[in-house]
């Protein structure tokens, strides 16, 4: 999309207006008191569109009237319109140009209200022809970014992390850990709504969405009143590809690779006011070993331990979604929608290692050499249930809506591992164990929304919030009696805990231009929320309700040369969710023990966020972001180290205890520089660079404050060969992080990917290659605590090289809305 041409033709469109309007205002100013407003919509998504142009023609003449630009939520007023018969024509780059003819103001009709105005995307098959224009990869919108995966080339074959891994200000380690400038609590949505499936392990869910069922992924640093408070790192929102054109439509998707397969099928079908659309999706991650080695050093008054341990580990994870939904106009304003889903994630690792334990004495003198073996099996399976249910009423002034919505999602999830310790002469086994950990969790939302326009420029929202959490957790733990080589449960190491949680909510906001230049939008959300716990051996815990007023601004100005600049503050926090609170105790390696936290205290962050944006006449652009964000009551992972451990009634020796603690306050300033800059028609190259200061002040037992410098580089570059055929390249790289115990390793990503399209554009196949000079990735992982320090050594295998076919079926029928229309208005001015 040529911004830059856009924004000529608009400047030399609001000029002729102005002309227009005075001539018209000094002929007519008798007459002059009609009105003309409505709404514009995406009409594959239901999006506003904002900034449209919108102008108004005389019918017999074809002469330029009147004209406006739509708001950034799609809204257009054309005011003090003379009597007479008008042509309006509704136009946007990269949409089809609607006209509407008949338009007719006169004594007894002096307003005219559209219903929503829908433009059809230009890239659009229409009745066999396909009408292609450029869109932006990367969108700046007034509140969020979004990024469209459909133009992302290299990550075809790839998941949902693969494509987290190109949008600004975004970072993802080797593990497919995401960070939303530097900060790991993100509140992730699917299609705008909350899900169980994030609850446990949000890298395993984003590993197994195929990149060919993503739409496009909303990223929002600073959420307004309206949104939950959840998540001091921010929103991530994962659209998924749905098709709202008129007629029955279709997109395959297939992908194959020597490390990843997934495929997607997307069906839809609409006819007049009623439509239905299905997807089945699926992802698996084929059989890779990990290597690694461990080098653990602890010390106490008299001794000195050091623990050597050299293995390897296989890993496959697989899984797929599902799901229909219907979308009903009752009528012009009333709008029903529902939505049934079904997912299912699984992963299994098996692994062995050797390990070597040394001690000392303070001197020196080698007190004791053990070599033992371990071998090690972990399994863990999730599916659930989710559905909704969502109501919407527009009134007859433009921007006045009422809207209730209603999601629920049924988790069940299930841990498993086993273990056992070998000694090597002779090979007996001395020590074994295995558990089970079934949990049951439950989410229910119900949602209240209203607009209400107060006068030109001012628009008041407000709406309330009900959630509902509950979570059953079982662990069975099973010990091996070396006796009788029998598993006996422990009833002192299994556990049991329901957890209910309630949180009401309930917010107010309003949007208003202030000396007509500058957009300002402030509201407070108030969010209530009571739990408690019965565990097992402690019983029934009230914990302590909480009350959290969360008030957020943002100011805006936009300048008449495409420059932008936007000052926003929020503040949000993070509650402990159910991977955090969960007592299973992970023992399948007994020298490294993890558990869950049910005394973890709510994270509290601020944010201040600068941004600016521009673009030039060649279609370049810049979006520039400052930021500053402290949390209080830090939630992260924490490790200790100690020479004996007892749970239940046994004893682990020399073990490192992992878990999720409130480590402290961490402050972090930063900058995100994006610029795109294309280099004449064919070549564009894309940047995207991060750097934060991080600060950390704990109050641990390690105690002390750490600094220190993260930052992002990324590069991307593509070449259209053709019209049907394109080339892409990528490079990224990620700094060191700190932690409040250490620091992660680096990681350097890169790929090369392309796409040929054929049979007139319906359909495609691309390849791609990723990391392909080195077939393993190194990585050093530093740890230290009190008297013990840990380096962590790992080979991951991530070269890869993968196959992708896409095919798109149907015809799209974008009725009375991508060619001119002859509209006889009702008395009522309503169409």
């Known amino acids: 999309m040529n911004y830059m041409n856009f924004f000529k033709r608009l400047i030399a469109f609001t000029l002729l207006f102005l002309l227009t309007i005075f001539y018209s205002q000094a002929q007519t100013a008798n007459r002059a008191t009609g009105k003309i407003s409505g709404r514009i919509v995406d009409a594959q998504t239901g999006d506003p569109i904002q900034y449209t142009t919108i102008r108004l023609f005389t019918q017999d003449q074809n002469k330029l009237v009147n004209g406006v630009i739509a708001d950034s939520k799609g809204l257009f007023k054309l005011t003090n319109v003379p009597d007479g018969k008008y042509k309006v024509v509704f136009d946007f780059l990269g949409y089809q140009k609607i006209e509407k003819l008949n338009v007719v103001l006169n004594k007894n009709n002096r307003s005219v209200a559209f219903d929503d105005i829908k433009l059809a995307s230009s890239q659009t098959t229409l009745q066999g022809v396909t009408i292609t224009a450029k869109k932006q990869l990367i969108e700046n919108k007034i509140d969020k970014m979004v990024y469209n995966t459909e133009k992302d080339v290299s990550s075809l074959t790839g998941v949902a992390t693969d494509v987290l891994k190109k949008v600004p200000q975004i970072a993802v380690d080797i593990d497919g850990n995401v960070e939303l400038q530097g900060n790991s609590n993100i509140r992730f949505l699917i299609d705008g709504k909350p899900s169980v499936l994030f609850g446990s392990n949000i890298t395993d869910v984003l590993q197994s969405i195929p990149a060919s069922q993503i739409q496009n992924i909303e990223i929002i640093t600073s959420p307004g009143a309206k949104y939950d408070a959840e998540g001091t790192g921010g929103i991530i929102n994962i659209i998924l590809k749905k098709n709202k054109a008129i007629g029955f439509n279709g997109n395959l998707s297939l992908s194959t690779g020597t490390r990843l397969e997934n495929g997607s099928l997307n069906l839809s079908m609409r006819h007049g006011n009623f439509g239905l659309h299905g997807f089945f999706?699926?992802?698996?991650?084929?059989?890779?070993?990990?290597?690694?080695?461990?080098?653990?050093?602890?010390?106490?008054?008299?001794?000195?331990?050091?623990?050597?341990?050299?293995?390897?580990?296989?890993?496959?994870?697989?899984?797929?979604?599902?799901?229909?939904?219907?979308?009903?106009?009752?009528?012009?304003?009333?709008?029903?929608?529902?939505?049934?889903?079904?997912?299912?994630?699984?992963?299994?690792?098996?692994?062995?290692?050797?390990?070597?334990?040394?001690?000392?004495?303070?001197?020196?003198?080698?007190?004791?050499?053990?070599?033992?073996?371990?071998?090690?099996?972990?399994?863990?399976?999730?599916?659930?249930?989710?559905?909704?249910?969502?109501?919407?009423?527009?009134?007859?002034?433009?921007?006045?809506?009422?809207?209730?919505?209603?999601?629920?999602?049924?988790?069940?999830?299930?841990?498993?591992?086993?273990?056992?310790?070998?000694?090597?002469?002779?090979?007996?086994?001395?020590?074994?164990?295995?558990?089970?950990?079934?949990?049951?969790?439950?989410?229910?939302?119900?949602?209240?929304?209203?607009?209400?326009?107060?006068?030109?420029?001012?628009?008041?929202?407000?709406?309330?919030?009900?959630?509902?959490?509950?979570?059953?957790?079982?662990?069975?733990?099973?010990?091996?009696?070396?006796?009788?080589?029998?598993?006996?449960?422990?009833?002192?190491?299994?556990?049991?805990?329901?957890?209910?949680?309630?949180?009401?909510?309930?917010?107010?906001?309003?949007?208003?231009?202030?000396?007509?230049?500058?957009?300002?939008?402030?509201?407070?959300?108030?969010?209530?929320?009571?739990?408690?716990?019965?565990?097992?051996?402690?019983?029934?815990?009230?914990?302590?309700?909480?009350?959290?007023?969360?008030?957020?601004?943002?100011?805006?100005?936009?300048?008449?040369?495409?420059?932008?600049?936007?000052?926003?503050?929020?503040?949000?926090?993070?509650?402990?969710?159910?991977?955090?609170?969960?007592?299973?105790?992970?023992?399948?390696?007994?020298?490294?023990?993890?558990?869950?936290?049910?005394?973890?205290?709510?994270?509290?962050?601020?944010?201040?966020?600068?941004?600016?944006?521009?673009?030039?006449?060649?279609?370049?652009?810049?979006?520039?972001?400052?930021?500053?964000?402290?949390?209080?009551?830090?939630?992260?992972?924490?490790?200790?180290?100690?020479?004996?451990?007892?749970?239940?009634?046994?004893t682990y020796t020399n073990v490192a205890i992992s878990t999720r603690e409130n480590i402290g306050r961490e402050d972090n300033y930063g900058v995100n520089l994006f610029a795109s800059y294309p280099i004449k028609d064919k070549l564009e190259l894309r940047t995207n660079i991060s750097f934060f200061d991080r600060y950390i002040h704990t109050g641990l037992p390690s105690g002390g404050d750490i600094h220190g410098i993260n930052y992002r580089a990324n590069l991307n570059a593509s070449y259209q060969v053709s019209s049907n055929m394109i080339v892409e390249a990528m490079g990224n790289f990620n700094s060191s992080r700190l932690n409040a115990q250490g620091k992660m390793p680096s990681f350097t990503y890169y790929n090369v990917a392309f796409r040929k399209q054929f049979l007139k554009k319906k359909a495609s196949f691309a390849l791609t290659a990723n990391n392909f000079f080195d077939k393993y990735v190194n990585m050093k992982t530093n740890l230290t605590g009190t008297n013990f320090t840990i380096v962590n050594y790992r080979q991951m295998p991530f070269r890869s090289f993968g196959f992708n076919f896409t095919y798109k079926f149907g015809k799209m029928e974008f009725k009375n809305e991508h060619k001119t229309e002859d509209n006889q208005m009702n008395p009522s001015g309503i169409e």
């Open 281 to 650: 999706s699926g992802n698996a991650q084929l059989l890779s070993t990990t290597l690694s080695n461990m080098d653990r050093k602890s010390e106490d008054a008299t001794t000195t331990s050091r623990l050597l341990q050299n293995g390897s580990n296989d890993f496959t994870r697989d899984g797929y979604q599902s799901g229909i939904g219907m979308d009903w106009d009752l009528t012009p304003r009333d709008n029903i929608s529902a939505t049934v889903n079904y997912n299912y994630f699984e992963n299994t690792s098996t692994g062995s290692a050797n390990r070597q334990t040394l001690l000392h004495d303070d001197v020196g003198i080698q007190l004791s050499d053990i070599n033992d073996q371990i071998f090690t099996s972990n399994k863990f399976h999730q599916y659930s249930y989710e559905w909704g249910l969502n109501y919407k009423r527009k009134f007859k002034k433009e921007g006045q809506d009422f809207e209730i919505l209603f999601n629920s999602s049924d988790g069940n999830k299930y841990s498993y591992y086993d273990q056992t310790q070998n000694h090597l002469m002779p090979m007996t086994i001395y020590n074994g164990s295995y558990a089970r950990n079934p949990g049951l969790q439950n989410e229910t939302n119900l949602e209240v929304n209203y607009v209400q326009p107060l006068g030109k420029d001012v628009v008041l929202e407000t709406g309330a919030k009900m959630t509902h959490d509950k979570i059953n957790s079982t662990s069975d733990v099973y010990l091996l009696n070396t006796t009788t080589g029998d598993y006996e449960y422990s009833t002192t190491q299994s556990s049991l805990v329901h957890y209910n949680r309630n949180v009401y909510a309930g917010y107010l906001s309003i949007s208003f231009k202030l000396f007509k230049a500058l957009d300002i939008k402030t509201g407070l959300r108030d969010e209530y929320s009571e739990a408690n716990a019965d565990f097992l051996h402690t019983g029934l815990i009230n914990l302590k309700p909480l009350n959290s007023v969360v008030p957020s601004i943002v100011f805006s100005r936009t300048f008449e040369d495409h420059q932008n600049i936007k000052l926003s503050y929020s503040r949000r926090i993070q509650r402990p969710d159910y991977r955090d609170m969960n007592p299973f105790i992970d023992a399948s390696d007994p020298k490294n023990i993890s558990t869950g936290n049910q005394n973890l205290r709510p994270e509290i962050g601020d944010k201040l966020e600068l941004s600016y944006s521009t673009s030039f006449n060649n279609g370049s652009n810049i979006n520039a972001t400052l930021f500053y964000r402290g949390n209080k009551d830090d939630i992260q992972s924490y490790t200790q180290f100690y020479p004996t451990y007892k749970i239940g009634d046994s």
